[in-house]
């Protein structure tokens, strides 16, 4: 009988000690996982500007020679401010489809050739605004699409490496601080991983403009390129010592 009580006791003793050994151990291993970022605005320095124009007739060789006659005209006063890199030129979409119209008794579902009609675009971007802007008054056979602003890779670069160390450094703060809090000495960085990148172009001004809104003939373009965020993360694991 006392053999018995003995075993029970032992049992007793080492269902207690086993979440204290777990324990322990899970400290021990000391391994935190990590986050963190820093960030930056800067002035977008691209500026894209979509021209198009719109024709319609019966004939359709008559509207892609008033199209191309259209589209000739808005490259050639455009190329007059063509720089690499400062002004890029380059065609956009150029499309010629049927207009269909209902024919016969209502409700027979038919339908005739009721004409032609297509679009054409010239899409100018660059880093001279200034000039981007006033070729919008001086290219009369197309009106403005749209209107966008980017950062450009180049000036992306230039911010990258500071906010990568500013990342860095408040990662390196976060593990000596945790370390400090669990009762270690110090850290040990596992892995690591770091990025850096812009928030992507930004089409602040896409919708298409109205009638009403158009600049008129001479007239500049207005342009406030804004600012974009460029973001360093970093994460990762440390070992805590």
Same mark, same amino acid.
């Given at each position: 009988?006392?053999? =018995?009580?003995?075993?029970?006791?032992?049992?007793?003793?080492?269902?207690?000690?086993?979440?204290?050994?777990?324990?322990?151990?899970?400290?021990?291993?000391?391994?935190?996982?990590? =986050?963190?970022?820093?960030?930056?605005?800067?002035?977008?320095?691209?500026? &894209?500007?979509?021209?198009?124009?719109?024709?319609?007739?019966?004939?359709?060789?008559?509207?892609?020679?008033?199209?191309?006659?259209?589209?000739?005209?808005?490259?050639?006063?455009?190329?007059?401010? &063509?720089?690499?890199?400062?002004?890029?030129?380059?065609?956009?979409?150029? =499309?010629?489809?049927?207009?269909?119209?209902?024919?016969?008794?209502?409700?027979?579902?038919?339908?005739?050739?009721?004409?032609?009609?297509? &679009?054409?675009?010239?899409?100018?971007?660059?880093?001279?605004?200034?000039?981007?802007?006033?070729?919008?008054?001086?290219?009369?056979?197309?009106?403005?699409?749209?209107?966008?602003?980017?950062? &450009?890779?180049?000036? =992306?670069?230039?911010?990258?490496?500071?906010?990568?160390?500013?990342?860095?450094?408040?990662?390196?703060?976060?593990?000596?601080?945790?370390?400090?809090?669990?009762?270690?000495?110090?850290?040990?960085?596992?892995?690591?991983?770091?990025?850096?990148?812009?928030?992507?172009?930004?089409?602040?001004?896409?919708?298409?403009?109205?009638?009403?809104?158009?600049?008129?003939?001479?007239?500049?373009?207005?342009?406030?390129?804004?600012?974009?965020?460029? *973001?360093?993360?970093?994460?990762? *694991?440390?070992?805590?010592?």
């Amino acid at each position: 009988m006392k053999s =018995s009580i003995k075993r029970l006791r032992v049992v007793a003793i080492c269902l207690v000690a086993w979440p204290v050994i777990a324990s322990a151990q899970g400290v021990v291993q000391g391994v935190v996982g990590l =986050s963190a970022s820093a960030s930056v605005e800067v002035t977008r320095d691209l500026l &894209s500007i979509t021209f198009s124009t719109a024709r319609d007739g019966a004939d359709a060789n008559a509207v892609q020679a008033q199209l191309k006659q259209a589209l000739d005209a808005a490259l050639a006063e455009a190329k007059k401010i &063509s720089r690499p890199g400062q002004v890029d030129v380059q065609t956009g979409a150029f =499309s010629l489809f049927p207009r269909y119209a209902a024919s016969g008794s209502a409700g027979s579902g038919r339908q005739t050739l009721n004409g032609w009609q297509g &679009s054409a675009e010239v899409i100018v971007e660059g880093r001279d605004m200034a000039a981007i802007g006033q070729l919008v008054g001086r290219i009369t056979t197309m009106t403005v699409a749209r209107v966008g602003y980017r950062l &450009s890779r180049e000036a =992306s670069q230039r911010v990258e490496a500071d906010i990568a160390a500013e990342a860095i450094a408040k990662y390196r703060a976060k593990a000596a601080e945790y370390a400090k809090q669990f009762g270690f000495a110090g850290y040990v960085i596992r892995e690591v991983n770091i990025s850096a990148d812009a928030a992507g172009p930004q089409p602040l001004q896409m919708a298409r403009m109205t009638a009403s809104a158009m600049k008129a003939p001479g007239e500049a373009l207005a342009v406030e390129p804004g600012k974009e965020t460029v *973001t360093a993360s970093v994460n990762g *694991t440390v070992q805590l010592k």
